[in-house]
């Protein structure tokens, strides 16, 4: 029983690189969402998704797109990485009026 | 946004009840949930309540709402070592699009 899986787990990258976070859950969920995870500042939401072939802006957003191709996936990608995107990034996804199932993070550095 | 507020830290002895506390703004809150992240994990759904509720009990874990002061607290009964962690306060309005979180609470747990 996977739930919700996070790839890569960890990664570092040097400034300007490019790089995709990809999340997959195996539990048919409609609504899937990605967080950024700062000390002291919560869970953040960077980018969520309604369902397969849709996609809608969070609170910290810029510097992200996302894509939703298959429902199963959203991905997660950093077209020119900046040093102030260093952070633990999680995934999530749910089912409609059910409460949020999360990966396990991914621990990205950027040099 | 909605804001999703906790205190910081909370340190307790082994045996001890626990309580860790969370104050939100939004007053169309639908349910208030509480997560907790061990280290290097992601966040595990502990219980949650929704907002037409008082109080739920789950063995040692009570949840309270006080709908009107918008306060909702997470009492841990008999606390152990291995409840040490950060506890996270989440709200989510009617629409269910976007969770709230607070920025987490770590409790210490000493033997």
């Known amino acids: 029983n996977a739930g919700v899986t996070q790839t890569p787990k960890f990664r570092v990258l040097k400034t300007g690189q490019s790089m995709t976070l990809l999340c997959a859950q195996d539990?048919?969920?409609?609504?899937m969402y990605w967080y950024r995870q700062d000390p002291g500042m919560g869970l953040r939401l960077i980018h969520y998704?309604?369902?397969?072939?849709?996609?809608a802006k969070g609170e910290v957003p810029d510097g992200y797109n996302v894509s939703r191709l298959k429902k199963q996936n959203f991905l997660l990608g950093l077209e020119s990485a900046a040093p102030s995107q260093t952070s633990v990034y999680f995934c999530?996804?749910?089912?409609?009026?059910?409460?949020?199932?999360f990966g396990d993070g991914t621990r990205l550095s950027i040099l | 946004g909605e804001d999703v507020e906790q205190s910081l830290f909370l340190s307790v002895r082994e045996g001890d009840s626990s309580v860790i506390n969370c104050t939100y703004t939004?007053?169309?809150?639908?349910?208030l949930y509480w997560y907790k992240q061990e280290p290097g994990a992601g966040l595990q759904l502990l219980t949650y309540?929704?907002?037409?509720?008082d109080m739920k009990q789950d063995q040692r874990l009570t949840v309270l709402l006080n709908k009107k002061d918008k306060h909702l607290s997470l009492r841990i009964a008999d606390t152990q070592t291995g409840d040490s962690a950060i506890y996270f306060c989440?709200?989510?309005?009617?629409?269910?699009?976007?969770?709230?979180f607070g920025s987490g609470t770590k409790l210490n747990v000493k033997p």
């Open positions: 999530a996804s749910r089912r409609s009026s059910e409460p949020q199932h």
């Open positions: 539990m048919n969920h409609e609504y």
């Open positions: 998704s309604v369902g397969e072939g849709t996609t």
């Open positions: 939004d007053s169309s809150s639908t349910y």
């Open positions: 309540i929704f907002s037409n509720m």
């Open positions: 989440a709200e989510t309005p009617y629409n269910f699009n976007k969770f709230y």
